[in-house]
């Protein structure tokens, strides 16, 4: 079967971190990603991991266990504009042309 | 650079009657794949396709369908249309050939279909 699971919502403070942990699985891996929306519009890409470890992207940072089927996105120095839907992906399928999505984790930045 | 575009950005259709919705992807990208996006069940995936060739597919009925052209835009179709079909329709487009990989896919602002 085809399971993501990603908390439904979070609330953070400007200025500091947050972690948002994904834990998946899937029957096929062809990396993770990260997404953010916010309301009305569409997917943004924020990071992509294929390998074991942390890929870090300025106030971004993203890590994956294979072996544990575990992944987290940190958001550090938040800011109000951070207020969105994070989403998580598994690329699966024929060249890992298939993305499975959670639900998606609702973060509410607060001053 | 002009991103995906889907066109058009909102639809309104009759129970039973069918649609079709289009998707122009990121130049050069040959990857086009379609979502649907719903409160309740999220982004689902519907099917991609590669040089116009559906690669890979999701769990929808046949009442979903679509195609890509060779210069790479790409349509999706749904017929009798049910209530349920009101959602987002997303569609994305990748540079790589072997899925989104380190480029990401790059996701239009899409199509809200309501079905009344």
Known sequence: GQNIDQPTEMTATEGAIVQINCTYQTSGFNGLFWYQQHAGEAPTFLSYNVLDGLEEKGRFSSFLSRSKGYSYLLLKELQMKDSASYLCAVGSGNQGGKLIFGQGTELSVKP | ?116
């Open chain 2, 1 to 116: 650079k002009a991103g995906v575009t889907q066109t058009p950005r909102y639809l309104i259709k009759t129970r039973g009657q069918q649609v079709t919705l289009s998707c122009s992807p990121i130049s050069g990208h040959r990857s086009v794949s379609w979502y649907q996006q719903t409160p309740g069940q999220g982004l689902q995936f519907l099917f991609e396709y590669f040089s116009e060739t559906q690669r890979n597919k999701g769990n929808f009925p046949g009442r979903f369908s679509g195609r890509q052209f060779s210069n790479s835009r790409s349509e999706m179709n749904v017929s009798t249309l049910e209530l349920g079909d009101s959602a987002l329709y997303l569609c994305a487009s990748s540079l790589s050939s072997t899925g989104g990989q380190a480029y990401g896919y790059t996701f239009g602002s899409g199509t809200r279909l309501t079905v009344v």
